[in-house]
């Protein structure tokens, strides 16, 4: 089935035609690389943030060619993309990537070698003068996957950053960064913390901080309740302020939930209004912040913990000018609500087959 056959909500969640991968993974990458840019063009984070957004973005952008490497010519199986909320891979695509790699000695003492597949394919197309066999194919795109994707670039459930200096105007001596991919949504999520550290060598305690941003802020959750949970148990860690940013649903022809940008374009797409490559991208930002601190506690076991104010929420949607005017004709009333208008992006164009 070509790419031309995608033109309902109704389609299968299985990507399950050549066309098909292509047209998903160059749509995913197109539009990861396009927020990218927007969110530094719109100081939607800070210079330092920026770079660790674009890390992030990074691996994720590497899992899902590492997929289009791992499906593109299996007979056997399809690669899963969530339809609800989300546009994105269902997050046991990760984990089987993760697992692959584990075992890749083994599978790759069983694969044909690469000069003998070589031999083949040049028998096959100059003297046989016959295509390449699916099956052949699915051996060379292998060879291909187990010997060039490297596990440590897998964007796994949980990615934790690296401790830094804050910049200069955040208030903080410190900053850390994770993500996670919640398993609920199936979306990814990128954090930020500032704050101060009551010790001398933050390097004898960073190794507690990662364990307990693993347990406990490692999941879609109320912003305030993570923030707690984490002062709370780390006492000497004086958080300041938590930033989260959910990056989707990616709003696009695969997608199948209640969203009210998703059902405008899937509508439009289906009336030729607009073409099948037609996208679009939200983006919410949730930022709690410490307004005060206070002492709980006995004489020998006192901590200092934060007084959070209420969490501070943005909405965002990007999307290329022509959607864009789509979405304030069909939900003037999303578009109204937006922190700022919505942002334009470039527009994908995919050669249809």
């Not at 046989?128 to 060879?143: H, M, N, R, T, V």
């Not at 903080?172 to 930020?192: A, E, K």
């Not at 949970?229 to 709003?251: C, E, M, S």
């Not at 991208?281 to 076991?301: A, P, R």
Request: glycine share 2%; charged share 30%; with cysteine.
């Amino acid at each position: 089935m070509s790419i031309n056959h995608i033109v309902t909500p109704l389609d299968s969640a299985i990507l399950d035609s050549k066309e098909q991968y292509v047209f998903y993974h160059q749509m995913v990458d197109f539009a990861l690389k396009e927020l990218i840019v927007a969110v530094q063009r719109q100081k939607i984070c800070n210079e330092q943030e920026v770079l660790l957004f674009k890390q992030y973005c990074d691996l994720l952008l590497y899992s899902v060619e590492a997929m289009r490497i791992k499906y593109m010519y299996d007979e056997e199986d399809n690669m899963k993309v969530d339809l609800t909320e989300s546009g994105f891979p269902n997050y046991l695509e990760f984990r089987y990537l993760f697992n692959d790699l584990e075992l890749r000695d083994e599978y790759v003492s069983k694969l044909t070698p690469i000069t003998a597949l070589k031999e083949e394919f040049l028998d096959t197309l100059l003297r046989k003068k016959e295509p390449i066999k699916k099956s052949k194919l699915f051996q060379a795109a292998s060879i291909v996957y187990y010997t060039s994707v490297n596990k440590q670039y897998i964007f796994n459930r949980f990615v934790q950053g690296k401790i830094l200096e804050a910049p200069k105007d955040s208030k903080s001596d410190l900053m850390t960064s994770w993500s996670f991919y919640d398993v609920s949504h199936n979306r990814p999520f990128i954090c930020f913390m500032y704050f101060n550290y009551d010790g001398n060598r933050i390097e004898d305690h960073k190794e507690e901080i990662y364990d307990v941003l693993k347990t406990v802020a490692d999941r879609d959750m109320a912003l305030d309740m993570m923030a707690h949970a984490i002062d709370r148990k780390l006492p000497k860690v004086f958080p300041k302020l938590i930033k989260r940013i959910d990056l989707g649903p990616l709003h696009n022809v695969f997608a199948k939930d209640e969203n009210m940008v998703t059902h405008a374009i899937l509508k439009s797409i289906a009336k030729k209004e607009v073409p099948l490559e037609a996208y679009a991208l939200s983006l919410k930002t949730e930022e709690v912040l410490s307004k005060s601190e206070f002492k709980e506690g006995g004489f020998f076991n006192k901590q200092i913990l934060q007084h959070w104010d209420d969490v501070f929420k943005q909405n965002y949607v990007l999307a290329p000018h022509r959607v864009i005017q789509l979405l304030y004709n069909k939900t003037p009333e999303i578009m109204n609500s937006l922190a700022k208008p919505p942002i334009e992006i470039a527009e994908l164009k995919i050669k249809k087959i």
